[in-house]
């Protein structure tokens, strides 16, 4: 689904992103790791049209994709659920949810129940303030708002920073049967190594702005990807 | 041991929503604790009220030997006192250099003419150098905060939280963005500090929790569920349906 | 000086300065050429003090984020205080003069009620009011500069800053407070003749023989020099811890009253200190203006204050300087009547009712192409790469 060669990011004059190599296939989980400032976020960025990447080459569901603005991206179905979550706290939870609308096409702008069977507090809760959520209410929304989009790649950075161990479990669940429907290709930035452990198929370290080690579930035993991880 | 800090029956509204509800809490000058408990139970809230953001309409906030009443102080007055906070969110001065980050937290007269005739002295830069160390950002230490990554935000603001040197520490999730070995780092470094400070971490990494080793309350609709060691609760029922699941 | 060291701009903007100086004075018409006017030189003087000005709003908002709309008021009330002793003295001597022909000498009180009747009939009052109690004295009159805006500063400062009013809602209270001022100020009966306002003020007493060729050069050196000294004293300031508090209150007040930070306590500061320094801009501006209203106070002042500040690039000292010198020559060129008019078929573009268009469109496209205004377009040609944010670029 994304194949991603020597893909380079600067901010303002420092470069972040020296050049990384990764695929990410249909129907997997790929995940990134890697040491603070090795440049996970920011290979979100780039990959979802948040920050425009410097150079290298992206093929996005067999073809081609120039540097297009994140919303192009958005519209082409790439999915982001960003480190923080970034829910608009003044809509309400629906709200919220209707924002993902925008991409699909004017006659199936509607709210899947499947968002709600999902995550059955974001049907509770339907009428509160994002605001008031608490963070791991807050994490599904951010999660339901990027699915409604229909994402064939949907990226997920930390989503389960801050969050309590059940509803960690649930994200876990998700992200499981998404991936297990086999339509979706899925890059989960992680920290915390068991969950992402669990769930990857694929797995790249980042360190300094490059892949320095890669390798699938069937290759590596978890020693060795955790010792990876460590490095 | 004495007791530093002492919360007695505090509870607290907003809009109609009882976020704190006749929360007591206490920690000794030199204890570690961890408070876990789900997302939306107060944690926050409970130190908003403690640093004194938040005015509780019920209850007491006793700090101290002398047991002063920390609801009648301003939040300066409060930190001054010698309690410091790291953020749920990495609050950090983005604008300016980890350096002058640090420089603003070190602990000294915090007036504006002390402020404009302030000279770093030698030990001052010292410290720096060593907290910037213990951070993991010496090499970094000229950057601008602003471009640091989550995690490092993070780091540097626990190393603010350091050359603040208050007595109590309130630390919201300081495992965040962190890998493995940053973990254990954080851990030793807490359970350190606990030695000579009073220690409060909020966390919902449990690997965390349980190398802290210490006691834990668990907080729930804002009220304390259960404490004691870390088995304890976690063996108990409540706590495992509101928030470990099975 | 380590200032000198540690920041080029400080050096830099100095060297500048003096050349600058120099340069008028070999072309004024009292020291060289004659090639400058003699109201040019006032012109050019008189936008020093408004970059002084500016200097002391990017102090407060550039700095520390307070977006203060009031601080012409300051401006305003150094040039009233000086104004009311220049115009006592000057009229003083004039009186003195004229009963000096009488066959019996004037007593001291007839000199004093003449003088006030030659003031203040204007206003059909012929008595002095309170205000000009030290009027008479010049070392009380350059102390009240100080005294004056500076007391509003603190007042005003301190009832809005432990109300922990901020943004919006600040800039309008500010706003409010130069209303109420000008409003007070037009009034016959305050006692600063309404809106006739203090006039005369070009004319310097006990320098009655000196031409205004001399006076208008010195009273530039006077603003060049005091732009000059505020100039160092601001980077110096700015460059003290003191400087990341403030700056660390713009970003994130919260963080720096967590660090156990009496916030109020240097806002106060440094909303105060900003005051004074438009007080004294406004005393060395007013003698060469020539004439000071409640007009000047009006709340619009303070808006182009902050629009020079902004479109020189805030949080920047040079930036201030630079957006006040060039957007307020600019306004005096085309507002003052010469610059050609345009003629675009049947539509004749007058650049006296004009001018705020432009202004508009200046600050719509800084804003879009140059955020860090004119000051960081400056430092981009400079620099020609774009390199990382250095944390000492702050100066």
């Known amino acids: ?60 569901d067999g073809a081609d994709l120039p540097k297009l603005p994140a919303h192009k991206l958005a519209q082409m179905g790439i999915g982001y659920v960003p480190q923080g979550r970034m829910i608009f706290p003044l809509l309400t939870v629906r709200e919220n949810l209707e924002t993902g609308l925008a991409c699909l096409p004017q006659a199936e702008r509607k709210i899947p129940d499947r968002i709600f069977e999902m995550f059955p507090v974001l049907k509770e809760m339907e009428n509160r303030r994002g605001g008031d959520l608490s963070g791991g209410q807050q994490q599904q929304l951010a999660i339901g708002r990027a699915l409604i989009t229909r994402p064939k790649l949907l990226l997920m950075d930390a989503p389960t920073e801050g969050i309590q161990p059940n509803i960690i479990q649930l994200i876990g669940q998700v992200i499981q049967q998404l991936r297990d429907e086999g339509e979706m290709a899925i890059i989960l930035v992680e920290q915390y190594f068991d969950f992402a452990f669990d769930l990857a198929d694929q797995f790249y370290v980042l360190k300094r702005g490059e892949a320095v080690f890669s390798t699938s579930k069937a290759q590596a035993t978890r020693d060795e990807v955790q010792a990876a991880f460590s490095l | 041991m004495s007791t530093l800090l002492e919360v007695q029956g ?38 908003d009220i403690v640093t004194g953001k938040t005015r509780p309409d019920e209850g007491t906030v006793r700090w101290g030997d002398l047991g002063h009443s920390l609801l009648s102080m301003s ?108 973990r254990e780092h954080t851990t030793a ?55 470990l699941g099975r | 000086m380590s200032i000198f060291i540690k920041n080029r701009s400080v050096p830099v903007f100095i060297g500048l300065l003096i050349l600058f100086a120099l340069g008028v004075t070999v072309m004024s018409e009292a020291y060289g050429s004659g090639a400058i006017s003699v109201s040019f030189t006032k012109v050019l003087g008189m936008t020093l003090c408004l970059c002084l000005a500016a200097l002391a709003m990017d102090l407060v908002w550039g700095y520390c984020g307070i977006l203060s709309l009031g601080h012409i008021d300051f401006f305003g009330l150094g040039g009233y205080v000086i104004g009311m002793w220049l115009m006592t003295a000057r009229t003083e001597a004039v009186v003195r003069g004229n009963l000096a022909a009488q066959p019996i000498p004037p007593t001291e009180s007839e000199i004093s009620d003449a003088t006030a009747l030659q003031i203040f009939s204007v206003v059909g009052a012929e008595d002095w009011p309170w205000m000009w109690a030290a009027s008479d004295s010049l070392f009380l009159s350059l102390l009240l500069i100080v005294a004056v805006p500076g007391l509003l500063a603190l007042v005003f400062g301190w009832l809005a800053f432990r109300s922990r009013v901020t943004g919006v809602y600040l800039s309008i209270l500010t706003q409010a407070m130069t209303l109420a001022l000008s409003l007070y100020l037009f009034q016959n009966d305050t006692g600063l003749r309404g809106n006739n306002g203090l006039s005369g003020l070009q004319n310097i007493p006990g320098a009655e023989d000196i031409g205004q060729e001399r006076i208008s050069i010195w009273f530039f050196w006077a603003s060049a020099v ?34 156990g930070y009496q916030v109020e306590g240097y806002k106060l500061f440094v909303f105060t200190l900003s005051g004074v320094m438009c007080g004294v801009a406004g005393a060395l501006y007013y003698p060469q203006a020539g004439i000071i209203n409640p007009d000047e106070i009006a709340p619009i002042a303070s808006i182009y204050l902050a629009v020079w500040v902004a479109i020189g690039g805030r949080g920047r000292l040079y930036g201030a300087v630079i957006g006040a010198a060039v957007v307020s020559l600019l306004s005096t060129y085309f507002t003052g009547g010469r610059a050609p008019d345009i003629i675009l078929g049947v539509i004749q573009i007058e650049w006296v009712d004009w001018w705020p268009v432009l202004l508009g469109l200046g600050f719509v496209l800084v804003t879009l192409f140059a955020p860090k205004g004119l000051g960081g377009l400056f430092d981009y040609i400079v620099r020609k790469a774009p390199a990382e944010p250095k944390a000492e670029d702050r100066i």
Request: glycine fraction near 10%; charged fraction near 25%; hydrophobic fraction near 45%.
């Open chain 2, 10 to 47: 505090v509870s607290v509204t907003f809009d109609g929503f009882r976020a704190i509800n006749n929360l007591s809490f206490e920690i000794g000058a030199t204890e570690l604790r961890a408070v876990i408990g789900p997302n939306g139970a107060g944690k926050t809230t409970f130190m």
């Open chain 1, 1 to 60: 689904m994304l194949e991603i060669k020597d893909l380079t990011l600067h901010y303002s004059g420092s470069q972040i992103l020296n050049g990384v190599t990764m695929n990410a296939a249909q129907g997997q989980v790929t995940c990134v790791m890697g040491t603070n400032g090795g440049g996970k976020t920011s290979l979100m960025k780039a990959i979802s049209g948040t920050h425009a990447r410097s150079g290298g080459s992206v093929r996005f």
């Open chain 3, 226 to 259: 005091a732009l000059g000294v505020t100039y160092i004293a601001s980077a110096w300031l700015i460059s003290s811890k003191f400087g990341n508090i403030i700056r660390g209150i713009r970003d994130d007040e919260l963080r720096v009253r967590f660090l």
């Open chain 2, 189 to 243: 470094l807490l359970k350190r500090l606990a030695e000579n400070h009073a220690v409060v971490v909020v966390e919902h990494d449990m690997e965390f929790v349980r190398r802290l080793d210490c006691r834990v309350t668990v907080l729930h609709e804002g009220s304390v569920l259960a404490e004691g060691s870390l088995n304890h609760v976690m063996a108990d029922d409540r706590v495992i349906e509101v928030y």
């Open chain 2, 75 to 182: 939040e300066a007055k409060i930190a001054q006192a010698g309690i410091g906070r790291k953020f749920q969110r990495p609050t950090v001065f983005e604008d300016q250099s980890v350096y002058d980050n640090l420089r603003v937290a070190l602990k000294k007269p915090r007036g504006p003419l002390a402020a404009i005739f302030d000279k770093t002295s030698d030990a001052d830069g010292a410290r720096i150098a060593e907290i910037a160390e213990e951070i993991g950002l010496a090499d970094q230490i000229q950057r601008q905060a602003g471009i640091l990554s989550h995690g490092q935000k993070q780091w540097l603001e626990i190393g603010m939280l350091l050359a603040q040197d208050p007595k109590l520490l309130l630390v919201d999730e300081p495992a965040a963005g962190m890998t493995t070995e940053e």
